[in-house]
């Protein structure tokens, strides 16, 4: 794996430890990379999840953003499993 995939890869596992949400997009971006291909997100989305198991890979839309043109890099986040959501 390229050496700034596994820097992502390994923020976010770092990341993981204290929070429920760890968005790619947020990572990325403050490890100084401004876009990465769909299939480096795959790369980066299948690594983290081998790595923690507990954490899945959801795609999240943000307000305004059509599913139909929302990229892996701007909505991917890991999401714990046991996560628990109010219902609205």
């Not at 100084?32 to 795959?42: A, L, M, N, P, V």
């Not at 299948?46 to 139909?68: E, L």
């Not at 999401?79 to 628990?84: A, F, H, Y």
Request: hydrophobic share 40%; charged share 25%; aromatic share 6%.
């Amino acid at each position: 794996m390229k050496e700034y995939k596994q820097e992502i890869v390994n923020r976010i596992i770092s990341e993981a430890e204290c929070c429920k949400i760890v968005s790619l997009h947020d990572i990325g971006t403050a490890l100084g990379h401004k876009h990465i291909s769909t299939q480096d997100c795959r790369d980066i989305i299948n690594a983290v999840q081998k790595a923690i198991p507990d954490y899945k890979c959801v795609k999240m839309v943000k307000p305004g953003q059509s599913r139909a043109t929302a990229s892996l890099w701007t909505t991917a986040a890991f999401i714990d499993r046991n996560i628990e959501f109010e219902d609205f």
